[in-house]
């Protein structure tokens, strides 16, 4: 399984200002994800990080609000730019690892609050 | 739209009780399918997974698949109050992303 982790693990922040989130694997995998979820709430997908090329967005998200970078194989960055209070959530990020290439592990997550 | 419907509960069951948590998927192509545990204020944690119609046991947890019913259920077996957590059920079609169900609250009573 892959373990991974992430920085910083909560943050306080003010409005306007922007937070960068990193996340580290312990081995190299294909594909890195960025989900929120808010308190009692299910995962939303934000993201997919490719290395190499452009992050894919779902629906709702866009890549100045949240740029991602993905500079190589076990490293990525999930920024939160110009933050509201509706930004007020946990940031995971996750990898396809092994056993099977479809299994995801998430990171420890990022509380993130803004005031 | 694939989609992953899970009761969202709270299901409350006895300690010692076995708790049945249960998922249904719309995309009939899905070929793997997880069960992630999650605690109130934690990331979650992968508790199972399976690929073949049928049954899959690992200790206390038993994962169910059926593909014609399109059905996925999880059976905890001697449930503990530290089973406590909110249970994700998981798809994926064969592609590199994976659609979450919005979990089950699952309540095991001492």
């Known amino acids: 399984s892959a373990v991974i982790s992430q920085k910083p693990s909560r943050d306080i922040c003010q409005r306007g200002t922007s937070l960068t989130i990193q996340c580290q694997v312990d081995?190299?995998?294909?594909?890195m994800f960025w989900y929120r979820q808010q308190p009692g709430q299910s995962l939303t997908l934000i993201a997919t990080?490719?290395?190499?090329?452009?992050?894919?967005?779902e629906s709702g998200f866009v890549i100045d609000k949240f740029p991602i970078s993905r500079p190589n194989l076990t490293f990525s960055t999930l920024t939160v730019s110009n933050m509201s209070p509706e930004d007020s959530s946990i940031y995971l990020c996750?990898?396809?690892?092994?056993?099977?290439?479809?299994?995801?592990?998430f990171g420890p997550g990022t509380r993130l609050l803004v005031l | 739209q694939k989609e992953v419907e899970q009761n969202s509960g709270p299901l409350s069951v006895p300690e010692g009780a076995i708790a049945s948590l249960n998922c249904t998927y719309s995309?009939?192509?899905?070929?793997?399918f997880f069960w992630y545990r999650q605690y109130s204020g934690k990331s979650p944690e992968l508790i199972m997974f399976?690929?073949?119609?049928g049954d899959k046991e690992d200790g206390r947890f038993t994962a169910q698949l059926n593909k014609a019913s399109q059905y996925v259920s999880l059976l905890i077996r001697d449930s503990q109050p530290s089973d406590s957590a909110t249970y994700l059920c998981?798809?994926?079609?064969?592609?590199?992303?994976?659609?979450f169900g919005a979990g089950t609250r699952l309540f095991v009573k001492a």
């Open positions: 996750s990898a396809l690892g092994t056993p099977a290439q479809e299994t995801q592990y």
């Open positions: 081995s190299q995998v294909t594909m």
């Open positions: 990080a490719n290395q190499g090329s452009e992050a894919t967005y």
């Open positions: 995309d009939r192509g899905s070929q793997s």
């Open positions: 399976i690929y073949s119609n």
């Open positions: 998981a798809v994926n079609s064969g592609g590199f992303k994976t659609i």
